[in-house]
């Protein structure tokens, strides 16, 4: 087999010296491959205390998902949600959001939801990406 690959070690290690555990990218183990990615938006309805939108996968497994929520439309600051540790993000009007991502074997569900009733409809923007784990097939 021939001797070839790609290796990035931590900062201040060799990467040619180094120990595989030192290493953030090694290509001799398996890594997560991009199944599916995309943006979307996620409305939620004047006068509504919560609102989702779910996409499908459909791997048969969960995957890792990495989902990315803009702050607002005129912004290209983006917020990693990390699963069903709600991600908050201050609105400045007393109605902040809160984010969930939720997975299942087929699906992947992004909610919101708001401490009180919304009186403006409004719209979020967001970037997803779906992992596929080759070593689960």
């Known amino acids: 087999m021939a001797d070839f690959g790609i290796e990035v070690s931590r900062v ?10 030192n290493k953030i990218l090694h ?6 491959k991009i199944h599916l990615e ?7 309805d004047i006068l509504a205390i919560d609102a989702s939108k779910t996409i499908a996968h459909n791997l048969g497994y ?4 990495f989902l990315y929520i803009q702050s607002d439309v005129g912004s290209s600051t983006r917020h990693l949600v990390r699963g069903y540790d709600p991600f908050a993000l201050p609105a400045g009007d007393g109605y902040d959001p809160r984010f969930i991502l939720s997975m299942t074997d087929t699906d992947l569900t992004i909610y919101v939801e708001f401490p009180d009733n919304v ?5 979020y ?8 784990d080759d070593t689960e097939l």
């Open 12 to 21: 201040g290690e060799d990467v040619q010296t180094t120990a595989t555990k």
């Open 27 to 32: 290509t001799d183990y398996p890594l997560h």
């Open 38 to 44: 995309g943006d979307d938006t996620l409305d939620v």
């Open 62 to 65: 969960v995957p890792f998902v």
């Open 119 to 123: 009186p403006d409809a409004r719209s």
């Open 125 to 132: 923007n967001f970037h997803y990406y779906v992992t596929s």
